[in-house]
């Protein structure tokens, strides 16, 4: 009997990815979006697809779509094997230009949704799981939860927090019986063919500082504040962009996390510059240098960069 896995934001970018490479290796696919109907990529991949793929809507900003997406599943194929935590947005702009309901959406999106989703397939993993072939959940984490990026602080927070979140909960998970493996890919260096741009308000943030302001006066100090600032750290990011990875590359890593039968966690794909922000962060200390010193040595080299 075909696995199953479970994968959200399988509309684009390494969803439809991840999506596309399990089916191709014989897995049952139940691939969610936020608009399935409205997802033309994955459409199409069901027209060539019918047996071995299940497409059905699920909002992580609406945890009751949840339950019904699982027992669509089960009632398709009979279990979930391994869940792909994969849907998730930037919200990018300024601390001071974003209201705290961005900040919360944010939240809401990149970790409390995934969260709210673990603890529902839960039950279904205890009750279908076994010890030879745990069930795996994986979440699709980024750079961004090891550093900081200027105008990030929302998104980067979210990706922290989902980071310690998993590691956390992955020594519980594995006690149980039966045992469930929780993972960690974590994307960084950039990845190409995404829309996460689109999903997010990268562009308007630089345009507009968020897209939060009214014409009021306030929009306008903000502006004078930070314009020049945003431009100079979009030309340092479209210059790290030049590095980015395939999405095919990062869903390569997914089904590596997903089906090589081992308990490690973190699970690192950078694009083809290595992903230097990462490597910078990871590098340690040197001899001599205490925890202070390897620390202030990393910010003085990314303070550099985005002065």
């Known amino acids: 009997m075909a696995s199953t896995v479970f994968v959200t934001g399988a509309n684009s970018g390494i969803g439809l990815a ?12 139940v691939a969610t979006a936020r608009a399935p109907s409205g997802a033309t990529d994955l459409q199409q991949l069901l027209k060539h697809n019918e047996t071995q793929l299940l497409v059905i809507a699920l909002d992580l900003l609406d945890p009751k779509t949840f339950q019904p997406a699982l ?6 194929f009979g279990k979930v094997d391994i869940v792909v935590n994969n849907a998730g947005y930037g919200e990018f702009g300024p ?32 009750a279908t799981g076994n010890q030879e072939s745990p069930p795996v959940v994986i979440y699709v984490s980024s750079g961004g939860a090891h550093f900081g990026l200027p105008l990030s602080s929302a998104y980067m927070a979210s990706k922290a927090a989902l980071n310690l979140f998993v590691e956390s909960v992955s020594y519980e998970l594995a006690t149980i019986s039966p045992p469930v493996t929780a993972k960690l890919v974590v994307i960084h260096g950039g990845v190409r ?19 939060n302001f009214r014409g009021d006066n306030r929009s306008v100090v903000l502006q004078q504040r930070y314009s020049a600032y ?31 039968g081992k308990t490690k966690l973190r699970y690192f794909k950078g694009g083809k510059d290595g992903g230097r922000n990462l490597l910078a962060r990871m590098e340690g200390m040197k001899e001599g240098e205490g925890p202070d010193e390897a620390d202030e040595r990393y910010m003085e080299k990314m303070r550099s960069f985005f002065a």
């Not at 705290?100 to 205890?126: A, S």
């Not at 063919?193 to 897209?211: H, K, R």
């Open 95 to 126: 601390m001071e230009a974003l209201d705290m309901e961005d900040y919360r959406r944010q939240f809401e999106v990149n970790v409390f949704g995934p969260i709210d989703l673990t603890k529902t397939f839960l039950p279904h993993f205890l």
């Open 18 to 29: 991840t999506t596309k490479l399990f089916l191709s290796r014989a897995f049952n696919v």
């Open 230 to 260: 945003a431009a100079k750290v979009l030309e340092r990011f479209t210059q790290l962009a030049t590095g980015s990875m395939a999405v095919e590359d990062a869903a390569e890593t997914i089904l590596e996390a997903a089906t090589d």
């Open 71 to 76: 027992d669509a599943a089960v009632a398709r």
């Open 193 to 211: 063919s995404t829309n996460f741009s689109a999903s997010s308000n990268s562009v308007q943030v630089i345009s507009n500082l968020g897209g």
